[in-house]
């Protein structure tokens, strides 16, 4: 299984352990007894398309729902019925939630004066907090005067300056523009690997959560569909869900039959598949626009039209369409790239055909 | 599993300190609401003559003709007040709404002054000018001209939509600065003049906002007690609301059952409104939520200041009644006639006599505000951020009073309340509650607002923060709330301050407020006196106004409205 295989990528013990964690809301099934280890200093993403149920996952850890049964431990600690401000988690939220009356300053040190820190001590700290998000010089500023990145900085340096044993962070780019997004994660990745703090990070977007996390758990329908270090939810999909929304797939209905194994799609050519697969009969077979290439003269392939070309830079999304009417998405490089109109052939890279099965979409092969 | 869950549920419902608070805030409102209301519903059903439940009362309302009369004066003098309201408030709204001069925010104060003035007050200044020894009464007489009188649906009608037209001006003022400007350019750009403009675009998109305000003005004016009373001389020109009020007071041949009759036929055309307005409002919704607010349009100087002296000139003579309760306040009395000599007897009078009715004022008031404030803050908060059947009771029993007139309030307390287990009559404490009833639905209403606007995350951050719910409730959300609570607050004193039609069916002499003793006064007492305290109420709610300007501004103000 993936779990095992991302859970032995890290050997610091156990931090953050959800154990069978289930949530209903009237009779939507928020959270599907839901398990979930963080290590120590681990940087994990909640993945998933709203209403998955990341944010209520993430808010029951923080406290602010009860969950209707399971266990959330810290260091092996119970936090059963402990409410949020006893915690000591910091959360970073989608909105900044920055106390709009406060400055910036006392906006950090709101959580040092709960915890009844002495004035010069809590100066110092939040010096220190804003010095490290780069905001010393708006300390004394109003949030009503700070762009939507600088008050996510706020945001940021509060949650860190209580020294949270776990941070946690809802969605906290998706209210910044593009350039700025790329920007922010790169900098919380260095930050949460400088201080080594345990965090749990939910987005809706992949590639916020490839590019920052240690682990990426994809969620949906209340359940983690794959927890695994992001080559592996991306090369390694667990299912036909995940394979979908991470990257992207074409999606084929298909028979496998044959010694060696053929893949038989209804009004195409058959294709080869790796001599290792022990399916047969029918299957959902999952082959990424970039595992499609243009077949060898001599080889098999699938006949098709391009329909439509994106330029992509580098590489060239082309929709084509078979004549049995089937329509893939193909990326091939730009340079020499078909035109639209023209006729093709495709197959598919070696090995890169999955399989899953039709009625639950769980890996085949 | 079960179990876990309802222990961790039990667990935090007592770690939360809301349950209780709504716990007891719902009791209360059991008690002092619902429990009243009912009463009254079931003494209507009980046969004035025959004790056996039935419409026996009902029946015998509408076989009188001095009932029916009753009714049809309500709807008259309540209709003609509206549409007079309408007339005053339209124009001023437009105004404000689309051109900016020199001396706004102050016209607007003296606006609000209208409304905040106790009505009866008004009505008693439209005695004073155009009653039987009226100064302009009298002059016309000795010039040889008979004037229509003023007791009656004509005084009623004016003296009503010279305190409630601030309502229209208010809720329609709203309604056209968030007219998105775009449609009346695109309307003109096809080739409408201006005037064209406003009649076939704007003022549909306002419509709304209209009818809305003209069933507040409908409401306010139907439910008055203080202005019929003094100018319609009682059962000389009754409506529901004395007709209710003598039928439970009179001394000899009280009435209860028919009382509480007339009080339950006024709630129902008092909740019809209201159901009537929102249903309107749902109906109607004119979607330009998207309309960019833009800010009023500036005139060149010599049109500004023309319009700062119109639109000055036409609120001076709205607020002209407190003007002329001021001025007739320091004149000297001959018999019932005021003589053009300045005195300070009135006031001397008045205060041989005042008794303990402006101690009684200040503290009841006082106390009872003190209460509105911190009740229906935390109600306000409640109902917003809280779901759940305990939010939505309370929300409901708490507006009911916003609805029901004060007159029926205080016959159902003087109905429940006069004997075990809860023996308040006579007391103080019955009249202080009965203020708190009575704002509560306006103060919650303004804080409820001012919490739905403020980010829902705040709070969570400020738990996760580690700052204890209670802490953080008091460091950011009461802050955050500030403007809304002392505007709430400021418009609460007034009212209460102002409070007749359930405290003159409650007080004894020993709890007579100063606003009963004006309304005693002036309803065939000593004319001098009575403009003397009518006189100490304006000057009360006029400081307390300037006070809350001085520390706040009433932009954030206004009377929230329900439709």
């Given at each position: 299984?993936?779990?095992?295989?991302?859970?032995?990528?890290?050997?610091?013990?156990?931090?953050?352990?959800?154990?069978?964690?289930?949530?209903?809301?009237?009779?939507?099934?928020?959270?599907?007894?839901?398990?979930?280890?963080?290590?120590?200093?681990?940087?994990?993403?909640?993945?998933?398309?709203s209403?998955?149920?990341?944010?209520?996952?993430?808010?029951?850890?923080?406290?602010?729902?009860?969950?209707?049964?399971?266990?959330?431990?810290?260091?092996?600690?119970?936090?059963?019925?402990?409410?949020?401000?006893?915690?000591?988690?910091?959360?970073?939220?989608?909105?900044?939630?920055?106390?709009?009356?406060?400055?910036?300053?006392?906006?950090?040190?709101?959580?040092?004066?709960a915890?009844?820190?002495?004035?010069?001590?809590?100066?110092?700290?939040?010096?220190?907090?804003?010095?490290r998000?780069?905001?010393?010089?708006?300390?004394?500023?109003?949030?009503?005067a700070?762009?939507?990145?600088?008050?996510?900085?706020?945001?940021?340096?509060?949650?860190?300056?209580?020294?949270?044993?776990?941070?946690?962070?809802?969605?906290p780019?998706?209210?910044?523009?593009?350039?700025?997004?790329?920007?922010?994660?790169?900098?919380i990745?260095?930050?949460?690997?400088?201080?080594?703090?345990?965090?749990?990070?939910?987005?809706?977007?992949?590639?916020?959560?490839?590019?920052?996390?240690?682990?990426?758990?994809?969620?949906?329908?209340?359940?983690?569909?794959?927890?695994?270090?992001?080559?592996?939810?991306?090369?390694?999909?667990a299912?036909?869900?995940?394979?979908?929304?991470?990257?992207?797939?074409?999606?084929?209905?298909?028979?496998?039959?044959?010694?060696?194994?053929?893949?038989?799609?209804?009004?195409?050519?058959?294709?080869?598949?790796?001599?290792?697969?022990?399916?047969?009969?029918?299957?959902?077979?999952?082959?990424?626009?970039?595992?499609?290439?243009?077949?060898?003269?001599?080889?098999?392939?699938?006949?098709?039209?391009?329909?439509?070309r994106?330029?992509?830079?580098?590489r060239?999304?082309?929709?084509?369409?078979?004549?049995?009417?089937?329509?893939?998405?193909?990326?091939?490089?730009?340079?020499?790239?078909?035109?639209?109109?023209?006729?093709?052939?495709?197959?598919p890279?070696?090995?890169?055909?999955?399989?899953?099965?039709?009625?639950?979409?769980?890996?085949?092969? | 599993?079960?179990?876990?869950?309802?222990?961790?549920?039990?667990?935090?419902?007592?770690?939360?300190?809301?349950?209780?608070?709504?716990?007891?805030?719902?009791?209360?409102?059991?008690?002092?609401?619902?429990?009243?209301?009912?009463?009254?519903?079931?003494?209507?059903?009980?046969?004035?003559?025959?004790?056996?439940?039935?419409?026996?009362?009902?029946?015998?309302?509408?076989?009188?003709?001095?009932?029916?009369?009753?009714?049809?004066?309500?709807?008259?003098?309540?209709?003609?007040?509206?549409?007079?309201?309408?007339?005053?408030?339209?124009?001023?709204?437009?105004?404000?709404?689309?051109?900016?001069?020199?001396?706004?925010?102050?016209?607007?104060?003296?606006?609000?002054?209208?409304?905040?003035?106790?009505?009866?007050?008004?009505?008693?200044?439209?005695?004073?000018?155009?009653?039987?020894?009226?100064?302009?009464?009298?002059?016309?007489?000795?010039?040889?001209?008979?004037?229509?009188?003023?007791?009656?649906?004509?005084?009623?009608?004016l003296?009503?939509?010279?305190?409630?037209?601030?309502?229209?001006?208010?809720?329609?003022?709203?309604?056209?600065?968030?007219?998105?400007?775009?449609?009346?350019?695109?309307?003109?750009?096809?080739?409408?003049?201006?005037?064209?403009?406003?009649?076939?675009?704007?003022?549909?998109?306002?419509?709304?906002?209209?009818?809305?305000?003209?069933l507040?003005?409908?409401?306010?004016?139907?439910?008055?007690?203080?202005?019929?009373?003094i100018?319609?001389e009682?059962?000389r020109?009754?409506?529901?609301?004395?007709?209710?009020?003598?039928?439970?007071?009179?001394?000899?041949?009280?009435?209860?059952?028919?009382?509480?009759?007339?009080?339950?036929?006024?709630?129902?055309?008092?909740?019809?409104?209201?159901?009537?307005?929102?249903?309107?409002?749902?109906?109607?919704?004119?979607?330009?939520?998207?309309?960019?607010?833009?800010?009023?349009?500036?005139?060149?100087?010599?049109?500004?200041?023309?319009?700062?002296?119109?639109?000055?000139?036409?609120?001076?003579?709205?607020?002209?009644?407190?003007?002329?309760?001021?001025?007739?306040s320091?004149?000297?009395?001959?018999?019932?006639?005021?003589?053009?000599?300045?005195?300070?007897?009135?006031?001397?009078?008045?205060?041989?006599?005042?008794g303990?009715?402006?101690?009684?004022?200040?503290?009841?008031?006082?106390?009872?505000?003190?209460?509105?404030?911190?009740?229906?803050?935390?109600?306000?908060?409640?109902?917003?951020?809280?779901?759940?059947?305990?939010?939505?009771?309370?929300d409901?029993?708490?507006?009911?009073p916003?609805?029901?007139?004060?007159?029926v309030?205080?016959?159902?307390?003087?109905?429940?309340?006069?004997?075990?287990?809860?023996?308040?009559?006579?007391?103080?404490?019955?009249?202080?509650i009965?203020?708190?009833?009575?704002?509560?639905?306006?103060?919650?209403?303004?804080?409820?607002?001012?919490?739905?606007?403020?980010?829902?995350?705040?709070?969570?951050?400020?738990?996760?923060?580690?700052?204890?719910?209670?802490?953080?409730?008091?460091?950011?959300?009461?802050?955050?709330?500030?403007?809304?609570?002392?505007?709430?607050?400021?418009?609460?004193?007034?009212?209460?301050?102002?409070?007749?039609?359930?405290?003159?069916?409650?007080?004894?002499?020993?709890?007579?407020?100063?606003?009963?003793?004006?309304?005693?006064?002036?309803?065939?007492?000593?004319?001098?006196?009575?403009?003397?305290?009518?006189?100490?109420?304006?000057?009360?709610?006029?400081?307390a106004?300037?006070?809350?300007?001085?520390?706040?501004?009433?932009?954030?103000?206004?009377?929230?409205?329900?439709?």
């Amino acid at each position: 299984m993936q779990t095992q295989k991302g859970a032995a990528a890290h050997a610091a013990p156990t931090h953050l352990a959800v154990q069978g964690l289930s949530k209903t809301f009237g009779d939507h099934r928020a959270l599907a007894s839901i398990d979930l280890t963080v290590a120590r200093g681990e940087l994990v993403t909640l993945l998933g398309p709203s209403g998955c149920g990341k944010t209520t996952l993430l808010r029951c850890i923080a406290g602010f729902i009860a969950q209707d049964a399971g266990h959330i431990r810290i260091d092996g600690r119970s936090l059963d019925g402990s409410p949020p401000h006893k915690r000591n988690f910091g959360m970073v939220f989608q909105g900044y939630a920055v106390f709009p009356h406060l400055t910036v300053a006392e906006n950090v040190a709101y959580g040092l004066r709960a915890r009844g820190v002495a004035a010069g001590q809590r100066a110092e700290r939040v010096a220190r907090a804003l010095d490290r998000v780069q905001l010393s010089h708006l300390a004394q500023r109003f949030p009503d005067a700070l762009s939507g990145g600088q008050k996510q900085r706020v945001g940021i340096a509060r949650a860190l300056v209580i020294e949270p044993d776990l941070l946690l962070m809802d969605e906290p780019l998706s209210n910044l523009d593009a350039k700025l997004r790329v920007e922010m994660r790169q900098e919380i990745r260095l930050m949460q690997r400088e201080l080594g703090i345990t965090t749990l990070y939910v987005t809706h977007d992949q590639d916020e959560a490839m590019s920052i996390s240690d682990r990426v758990a994809v969620m949906q329908g209340g359940v983690i569909q794959q927890i695994a270090p992001p080559e592996v939810v991306f090369d390694d999909p667990a299912n036909a869900f995940v394979a979908d929304f991470i990257g992207g797939c074409n999606w084929i209905e298909a028979e496998v039959a044959g010694d060696p194994a053929v893949l038989h799609i209804a009004g195409e050519a058959a294709l080869p598949l790796p001599p290792a697969a022990g399916v047969r009969g029918p299957v959902r077979a999952g082959i990424r626009a970039e595992d499609l290439g243009l077949a060898a003269p001599d080889a098999p392939g699938l006949a098709a039209r391009v329909l439509v070309r994106s330029f992509l830079g580098p590489r060239t999304r082309l929709r084509v369409e078979t004549p049995g009417g089937l329509r893939l998405d193909v990326d091939l490089p730009s340079a020499d790239c078909p035109r639209e109109g023209d006729a093709l052939r495709l197959a598919p890279l070696p090995g890169r055909i999955r399989l899953y099965a039709r009625d639950d979409g769980r890996r085949l092969a | 599993m079960m179990g876990l869950a309802g222990t961790l549920n039990l667990r935090r419902a007592l770690a939360d300190p809301w349950i209780l608070l709504a716990g007891a805030a719902l009791l209360f409102l059991l008690v002092f609401v619902a429990l009243p209301l009912a009463e009254l519903v079931r003494q209507a059903f009980i046969g004035q003559k025959s004790g056996a439940f039935g419409i026996e009362n009902f029946v015998s309302f509408f076989g009188s003709g001095f009932f029916r009369r009753a009714l049809k004066n309500s709807l008259v003098s309540a209709t003609l007040a509206t549409m007079i309201a309408l007339v005053i408030g339209l124009p001023l709204a437009f105004v404000f709404a689309r051109f900016d001069f020199p001396g706004k925010p102050w016209i607007e104060v003296a606006i609000l002054l209208s409304m905040l003035s106790p009505p009866f007050v008004g009505a008693y200044a439209w005695i004073i000018l155009f009653g039987r020894s009226g100064f302009v009464t009298l002059a016309a007489r000795d010039a040889g001209i008979g004037l229509p009188t003023i007791y009656g649906p004509t005084g009623i009608a004016l003296a009503s939509a010279f305190s409630l037209f601030p309502l229209v001006f208010l809720v329609v003022r709203g309604a056209f600065l968030r007219v998105d400007r775009g449609l009346e350019e695109a309307a003109a750009s096809l080739g409408r003049p201006p005037a064209r403009v406003v009649w076939n675009v704007t003022l549909p998109l306002v419509m709304p906002a209209i009818v809305t305000a003209a069933l507040l003005v409908f409401l306010g004016a139907i439910s008055d007690f203080g202005t019929p009373a003094i100018l319609g001389e009682g059962d000389r020109y009754p409506v529901l609301a004395t007709l209710a009020y003598s039928l439970y007071i009179s001394e000899i041949g009280s009435e209860p059952g028919m009382a509480a009759t007339t009080c339950v036929i006024l709630v129902l055309i008092a909740f019809a409104l209201v159901l009537g307005a929102r249903f309107l409002s749902m109906r109607r919704k004119v979607a330009n939520d998207s309309a960019p607010n833009r800010s009023p349009d500036p005139l060149p100087r010599g049109r500004a200041r023309a319009m700062t002296v119109a639109v000055s000139a036409f609120v001076t003579v709205t607020n002209l009644p407190l003007f002329v309760v001021l001025i007739s306040s320091v004149l000297q009395v001959r018999g019932v006639v005021f003589q053009p000599v300045l005195t300070f007897d009135n006031y001397a009078r008045a205060w041989a006599t005042i008794g303990s009715a402006l101690t009684n004022s200040l503290m009841f008031a006082g106390l009872a505000l003190v209460a509105t404030v911190i009740l229906g803050t935390a109600l306000g908060y409640y109902v917003t951020r809280r779901a759940g059947p305990l939010a939505r009771a309370i929300d409901l029993l708490v507006m009911i009073p916003y609805v029901v007139p004060g007159t029926v309030i205080g016959i159902g307390y003087a109905q429940v309340f006069n004997g075990p287990p809860l023996f308040l009559t006579g007391t103080a404490a019955i009249i202080g509650i009965v203020y708190l009833v009575r704002r509560l639905p306006y103060m919650t209403r303004a804080a409820a607002s001012a919490v739905f606007q403020i980010d829902a995350t705040l709070e969570d951050a400020s738990q996760n923060l580690g700052m204890p719910p209670a802490r953080g409730f008091a460091g950011i959300m009461v802050p955050l709330m500030r403007p809304a609570i002392l505007a709430g607050a400021a418009i609460a004193w007034v009212e209460i301050l102002n409070e007749l039609s359930a405290s003159v069916v409650l007080y004894t002499g020993a709890t007579r407020t100063l606003p009963i003793a004006a309304y005693q006064q002036s309803l065939g007492g000593d004319v001098g006196i009575a403009a003397a305290y009518a006189a100490m109420l304006v000057g009360i709610t006029v400081a307390a106004l300037i006070l809350f300007a001085l520390a706040g501004g009433l932009r954030n103000g206004g009377p929230p409205t329900t439709a």
